[in-house]
């Protein structure tokens, strides 16, 4: 039973948006982080591009996307979104959101027990 199901990739020009949506099922709906992480083409690791806490809300950013992207949580629909607003060629990865059920360092993707299937995001210069 898939429990997040991302969308909302393509491809964009350099200084495009794009806006990635995460359904998460209830069961997954976790008491600790949502996030947003990617794998660029060629890395075996993900890294942790955003997250929010959900006790209060508090939201966190890599350096490399802050002032560009923001996460957002819609209880009523249960749905995560990342909204990213000028982009770059290096942002180009498979974008992944995540769910973890506990507390620790937000970009730590072992955290994370929940994980979506990805959605594509390329970004041509």
């Known amino acids: 039973q898939v429990q997040l199901v991302e969308s909302g990739g393509g491809s964009v020009q350099a200084g495009g948006s794009l806006k990635l949506s995460c359904v998460v099922s209830e069961y997954t709906y976790r008491s600790g982080y949502m996030g947003w992480f990617r794998q660029a083409p060629g890395e075996k690791t993900h890294e942790g591009v955003a997250?929010?806490?959900?006790?209060?809300?508090?939201?966190y950013y890599s350096d490399s996307v802050k002032g560009r992207f923001t996460i957002s949580l819609d209880n009523a629909k249960n749905t995560l979104y990342l909204q990213m607003n000028n982009l770059k060629p290096e942002d180009t990865a498979m974008y992944h959101c995540?769910?973890?059920?506990?507390?620790?360092?937000?970009?730590?993707?072992?955290?994370?027990?929940?994980w979506g299937q990805g959605t594509q995001v390329t970004v041509s210069s």
């Open positions: 995540a769910a973890a059920q506990s507390g620790g360092v937000w970009y730590n993707s072992y955290l994370y027990d929940g």
């Open positions: 997250a929010i806490w959900i006790p209060n809300g508090m939201t």
